[in-house]
């Protein structure tokens, strides 16, 4: 060993005995006698990130990278400090270059599918994570950030596979048993997610994530055991979240299910809109805006729900409907092709339908900017599938929310939010980070050629008694709570010739409903369960029902438009914020705004008066079912009409280089 080396060396000890300053001092002496070692300058910015100096460690260590570019533990102890010093962008093509060297280098594909995954390149990501889960080598932390990707792409069944297999390899890892119970709620697994979310809990109690969770699942469960002990605990952890500037746990559609405060409501939006923005600068993506000069305006719907689902049953006339001698109409589909007739009608009355559901954000704005649409209207919101991340890049000029979320998205990239002066009265608009666009009726479209079975269908065939007075609900089971469930139970008791027709997703649900009856002094046989049938034959069955009780804080919204179409009445709340505030809107479009509620007590007192007194609520069904297609509701060229004057005044606006602001479409 030369006299050099041995002096390394000691440089080297030293620096591992934890004394950087005498380790430099023999550094620098080594460099006066040999200017050029790579090794040394290395050393150096080792020694300098030992002592909290990142920005001369980077400067070192690059300088060893210049000097001995082919070194592939130079190249990723240099990508590594370009991480931590948050140089994340700069740190990519180095971190590339060591893998090239050495594709065996697990902790160098870690750092470089995190900054792929920051920057929205999920496929990237996803490409190295598979790498290195594939290892033997590979930490339960590597399937979580797995599972975190494949979750983020949608990939939920995926993605509980790769949280699965870091909870089998770390028994009692509290992260991973918490993304295990998220993955097995988005799936319906509610028993499996249930004892994932108590396992974690029995690990913690205090300030765990799976108290949000586990309440979110006992609300699709209907088991309200611990619900008062549940529910302030969320809050508190929600808002004290909000507080720290930080994102809350529960989403913005988990709080707006349970919390009726638009306050609070918007709160918890913009908390999760600034991580999207944040993400969105990662990306280092910007996007060019100019006014076209063009005869007709691009309209761009945005949605994972192209399917049989609640918003394509909604707006399946719209496409068609709209004015092609102003407005071409373009569809980008992030969600899946069911086959059914809903995908195939509207990808055949769109101007083009693009599926993008396999690309990452960065990928899908580039498409939808290049195609040149003027106005991205986002009918998702904070739900589930939903693509915030391509409107938060800013691909269009005008981006407007609409219909899949009932409140703000609390985002600086939405201009707009299509409303009506019902769900968001004017003293509302404190609450909403977007100008309010406001329809002069209901700002829910329907559609008015939705198909009614013509098969017979029996109550006897529905399990439903022949001479009961039938109340119904068939709104999703994570909307009933116990306030109102009381108020049903208080109706029934006085109703004896009665029963609750309800359709549930979850065994568990109707079992807990059974009890919950029970304890209130009601036989639970009087609580019917519907099948879950086609949308046809479920809209054919609904007409067996005498009148629909609305549930309180996230009202039915496709429900009460589906309750009105089969001619059922349908009584209501009119509650604090948008979610508790549509169907007020729907029935006041439809021509029943006397089944609008202010109280829990005028609830109580009309579903008993029209119980008591049969004729009149016969006289009321026959009222829903003749107004039926003529109502300002079920006007779906008109509902076109009056979209397209507020697409046409937003575009206007942007073209003369107005500001963004609140906007009266009745007034247009």
């Known amino acids: ?34 200017p050029d070692a790579a090794t040394v300058i290395f050393l150096r910015g080792l020694i300098a990130s030992r002592v909290g100096e990142m920005e001369r460690a980077v400067s070192m260590v690059s300088e060893a990278v210049r000097r001995d570019p082919a070194n592939a533990s130079f190249q990723a102890t240099l990508g590594a400090f370009l991480v931590e010093s948050g140089e994340g962008a700069r740190a990519v093509p180095v971190l590339e270059k060591v893998l090239d060297l050495n594709p ?23 490409s190295l994570w598979r790498r290195v889960t594939s290892s033997n080598a590979a930490k339960p932390e590597d399937w979580i950030s797995l599972g975190d990707v494949l979750d983020a792409a949608n990939e939920t069944h995926e993605a509980l596979e790769a949280y699965a297999e ?12 918490n993304r295990l119970g998220a993955a097995q709620l988005k799936l319906g697994l509610l028993g499996d997610g249930i004892a994932s979310f108590e396992a974690s809990m029995a690990i913690q109690f205090e300030d765990n994530p799976a108290t949000v969770g586990l309440f979110a699942m006992k609300q699709l469960a209907c088991d309200w055991r611990e619900f008062d ?6 809050e508190a952890m929600t808002q004290a979240a909000v507080a720290a500037g930080q994102v809350s746990v529960e989403d913005p559609f988990l709080h707006i299910i349970h919390c009726d405060d638009p306050a609070r409501n918007f709160a918890v939006a913009q908390a999760w809109s600034r991580a999207l923005e944040r993400s969105a600068a990662a990306a280092d993506v910007t996007f060019a805006h100019t006014p076209r000069d063009a005869e007709t305006i691009r309209i761009g719907y945005l ?30 589909s992030c969600g899946p092709d069911d086959g059914s007739t809903y995908r195939q009608k509207i990808e055949k009355d769109c101007d083009s339908f693009v599926d993008i559901a396999g690309m990452d954000a960065r990928e899908a704005a580039r498409r939808i900017h290049d195609d040149g649409i003027d106005i991205l209207v986002d009918l998702k919101g904070y739900t589930r599938h939903h693509r915030l991340d391509i409107a938060a890049l800013r691909p269009c000029p005008v981006q407007v929310t609409w219909l899949g979320f009932p409140g703000t998205s609390g985002a600086g990239f939405f201009d707009y939010v299509i409303t009506d002066d019902i769900v968001t009265p004017p003293d509302h608009a404190a609450f909403y980070s977007e100008a309010l666009a406001v329809m002069p009726h209901c700002y829910q479209i329907n559609n008015d050629q939705q198909e009614i079975s013509e098969d017979e269908i029996t109550r006897s065939d529905a399990g439903l008694p022949e001479d009961s007075i039938v109340f119904a609900s068939f709104n999703n089971t994570y909307k009933l709570e116990p306030v109102m469930f009381a108020v049903w139970m208080d109706i029934l008791r006085a109703v004896p010739d009665s029963v609750l027709w309800l359709l549930v997703n979850n065994p568990r649900a109707a079992e807990n409903l059974r009890r919950e009856a029970g304890a209130a002094g009601v036989d639970p046989d009087r609580l019917v369960f519907a099948d879950m049938m086609p949308k046809p034959m479920h809209l054919k069955r609904m007409a067996l029902a005498d009148l629909v009780l609305d549930t309180r804080i996230y009202n039915g919204h496709t429900t009460t438009s589906d309750a009105l179409w089969a001619g059922v009445p349908v009584l209501a709340l009119r509650g604090t914020h948008f979610a508790s505030r549509v169907s007020a809107s729907i029935l006041t479009a439809f021509g029943l705004p006397e089944l609008v509620v202010e109280t829990l007590d005028d609830y109580r007192e009309i579903a008993l008066v029209l119980a008591a007194r049969r004729e009149r609520l016969a006289e009321l069904k026959q009222k829903t079912a003749n107004l039926g297609k003529d109502t300002l509701l079920f006007d779906t060229g008109l509902f076109a009409q009056q979209l397209e004057r507020g697409y046409a005044e937003m575009w206007r606006r942007y073209k003369a280089g107005e500001p963004v602001g609140n906007l009266r479409i009745a007034d247009l």
């Open 229 to 234: 002990g549940f529910l302030p605990r969320v």
């Open 104 to 126: 065996n280098d697990r902790e160098s594909a870690r750092h470089l599918a995190r900054q792929h995954f920051a920057s929205g390149q999920a496929s990237e990501a996803l």
């Open 303 to 332: 949605s994972s729900d192209f399917h049989d689902h609640a918003t394509a049953h909604l707006m399946l006339g719209l496409f068609a409907a709209h004015d092609r001698s102003q407005f071409s109409i373009h569809a980008y």
């Open 166 to 177: 870091a909870a089998r390899l770390r028994p009692g890892y509290m992260g991973a048993l």
């Open 1 to 34: 060993m030369t006299d050099a080396e041995a002096r390394f060396q000691e440089a080297v000890d030293l620096l591992e005995k934890g004394r950087p300053i005498e380790a430099d001092a023999i550094c620098i002496e080594l460099l006066k006698l040999l």
